[in-house]
């Protein structure tokens, strides 16, 4: 005859970030990381030179874009900018960020910049200054927009020029779009007309 014997054993258990501890084993936990920051905790220089506050946007839908003035891309700016006129009463920035990462494609300073942008396409939404979006001397809004440990929500990379990040009203990470996706298109429209 099989005799079974059951203990009760008091069990200590430890949680310590990524792993819980129950007695000597450490078990791994799936939980999703909440972000290091919100995004409306972040600041940057306008083109003008002016430190901006993103608090400043707290509330707002926000759409970052990664900006050149010899894209192939460059045309969105026209899009951009009808996006920005069309929704900014219902509570929706866009944030441009002129960056001469990919292609050399922004060499100019921030007064060509901005006179481009104004005399080619009636930019009127805010324009950050020049900024690295990747690797070494990548800007801190880049690095929060690029990794889940400071987002809380994913992993990505800035792929090329015009790629778009769009940010919900409480300042977490909605998702990243690609560089050749239309500023209009019906992601983008769905999200800005999503009032939840």
């Known amino acids: 005859m099989r005799c079974i014997l059951t203990l009760a054993v008091p069990v200590l258990i430890a949680c310590s970030g990524t ?17 290091m920051s919100n995004f409306f905790e972040l600041s940057v220089r306008s083109l003008t030179g002016d430190t901006v506050n993103l608090s400043r946007y707290r509330g707002n839908k926000i759409m970052v874009v990664n900006t050149a003035s ?9 899009q951009l900018q009808e996006l920005y006129i069309a929704y900014q009463d219902k509570g929706f920035v866009v944030l441009g960020f002129p960056s001469n990462d990919f292609g050399r494609q922004e060499p100019g300073s921030a007064e060509e910049i901005a006179v481009f942008c104004e ?22 809004v880049y690095a929060w927009l690029t990794r889940k440990e400071l987002n809380g929500k994913l992993n990505t990379e800035v792929s090329w020029n ?35």
């Open 19 to 35: 792993t819980a501890r129950v007695g000597p084993v450490k078990i791994p936990m799936s939980a999703t990381p909440k972000p």
């Open 70 to 78: 010899e894209c192939g891309y460059t045309p969105q700016y026209r």
């Open 119 to 140: 005399k080619n396409y009636g930019v009127t939404f805010p324009m950050m200054e020049k900024v690295v979006t990747k690797g070494a001397g990548q800007h801190p």
């Open 162 to 196: 015009f790629q778009k990040f769009l940010i919900n009203a409480d300042g977490t990470l909605h998702t990243t779009l690609a560089p050749a996706t239309d500023p209009m298109s019906e992601p983008v429209l769905s999200w800005l007309d999503d009032t939840h």
